[in-house]
């Protein structure tokens, strides 16, 4: 089931009524689900040949929401499904429709893995390395296993997932379904979204896919495979920034092609919204170079950045990517802001602050940016205040509170009159009542 910090999920309470009929008691129903994996297990118990209604039944009941799924996990579904996995064999049809019921089931649930199961995909993504459907059913399983639970994750990558997952797209280069199924769940090796795990592998799983599965290369070779695609160089791009976790691997994809793709990219797909947000936070990622900040600069990357923002200036989220983006290229940059600030991007920040006032990440990256285009280049001052500046961020610091440090900063360094507040001494009482 989904986790959740804080709050009661009601997401696994079944909503749908069973159908009654006029002579039935309503206590002898059973939900449709239930009856469907009743139905399975009969099939698989006595080997009826119904089994692939069966399973395609219980598929569609299970893809109607998350409740159906919970309750049919309750009841023994899991084990069921797997076992019609394992006894298909060689029969591709029976695999392909088992498989569709355990990426169902299995969607939002990862607690539902054993090792039995985590055996078999890997198993199944070996011996079925040549079929691209097959491939990318297995692949979708994994993860949803890996999504929201560190141990699982944990446990495919020691089983050997990540050379899986990057010989699939090698392999099925041309297949765009797999390249992207298998680009998700590699980056979804490298998240650190279980809260029940107070230290997670993400970073040491990052570094293994650059650095033992070669990870790099192989993105940006399927990058260059589907230039048509956004759907697929969207997800590419996403992984790609998941990867950037070293400086040295930042100037790999330069030197990969990666950047030089990239802006290519951000020049022929501008509106494109979900791709143009996720080249924005690639750019963000790879800029943690400084050697890498200059190349982005000097291929355009400031002007496009700009541009991007100002084409979806109506969406929150590519402002704020677009904030950020420019914010790493000014850092410790003096010619880089220079740049930025004629191409118009502390403009574009105000812009957002004022089209996006409710959204505290569009006002603490535009606060950064002003104040990193300032930091080192005094110059710019009196032109960022002429803006009006300083009204922005003092909006933003009333409204957010998480805006406090970062607002400061930047009134700071704009040399606005700032108010300091003094932080707890200890001098005034006791924490003790």
């Known amino acids: 089931m989904p986790y959740r910090r804080t709050g009661v999920d009601l997401s696994n309470i079944v909503k749908a009524v069973p159908k009654v009929s006029s002579e039935e008691n309503t206590e002898d129903q059973t939900h449709e689900v239930l009856q469907a994996l009743e139905s399975l297990k009969s099939a698989v118990v006595s080997s009826s040949t119904s089994i692939l209604e069966d399973l395609q039944l ?7 929401d998350f409740s159906q799924r919970y309750l049919a996990a309750q009841k023994e579904a899991y084990p069921t499904i797997l076992t019609c996995c394992q006894r298909a064999g060689e029969e591709k049809e029976l695999l392909s429709v088992a498989l569709a019921a355990l990426s169902v089931l299995t969607d939002g649930q990862p607690d539902l893995l054993d090792v039995e199961g985590r055996e078999f995909l890997i198993g199944a993504l070996t011996t079925h390395q040549s079929d691209p459907a097959l491939t990318c059913q297995c692949i979708r399983i994994v993860r949803h296993f890996c999504l929201k639970h560190e141990n699982n994750r944990q446990a495919f990558v020691k089983a050997g997932a990540l050379a899986l997952l990057t010989g699939s797209i090698i392999r099925h280069i041309e297949h765009p379904e797999v390249v992207r199924e298998a680009c998700v769940a590699l980056r979804v090796m490298t998240f650190d979204d279980d809260v029940r795990v107070p230290f997670g592998q993400a970073h040491e799983h990052a570094k293994m896919i650059v650095l033992e599965q070669n990870g790099l290369k192989v993105i940006v070779e399927a990058a260059k495979a589907h230039p048509e695609n956004t759907a697929v160089l969207s997800e590419l791009c996403a992984t790609l920034s998941r990867l950037a976790v070293r400086n040295e691997f930042c100037q790999d994809i330069v030197e990969l092609g990666g950047l030089k793709f990239m802006i290519t990219l951000l020049a022929d797909c501008l ?14 990622a790879i800029a943690g170079n400084d050697d890498v900040k200059d190349a982005i600069v000097n291929t355009g990357g400031a002007e496009l950045i700009v541009m991007a923002m100002n084409r979806h200036m109506a969406n929150a989220q590519v402002c704020e990517q677009g904030c950020a983006a420019l914010c790493v290229l000014a850092l410790r940059k003096p010619n880089n802001c220079k740049v930025i600030m004629e191409c118009g991007g502390a403009l574009a920040a105000m812009q957002a602050m004022k089209n996006h006032p409710a959204e505290v990440n569009v006002q603490k990256q535009s606060c950064m940016l002003l104040r990193n285009l300032v930091a080192r280049t005094r110059d710019f001052t009196q032109v960022i205040l002429e803006m009006g500046a300083e009204a922005l961020i003092s909006q933003a610091l009333t409204t957010h509170r998480d805006c406090g440090d970062v607002g400061r900063a930047a009134l700071r360094d704009l040399g606005c009159q700032v108010e300091l507040r003094e932080l707890w001494t200890g001098k005034k009482g006791s924490l003790s009542h």
């Open 271 to 284: 509106d494109c919204q979900e791709l143009v947000k996720q080249v924005l936070s690639a750019l963000k």
């Open 58 to 64: 219980f598929t569609e009941q299970c893809s109607l």
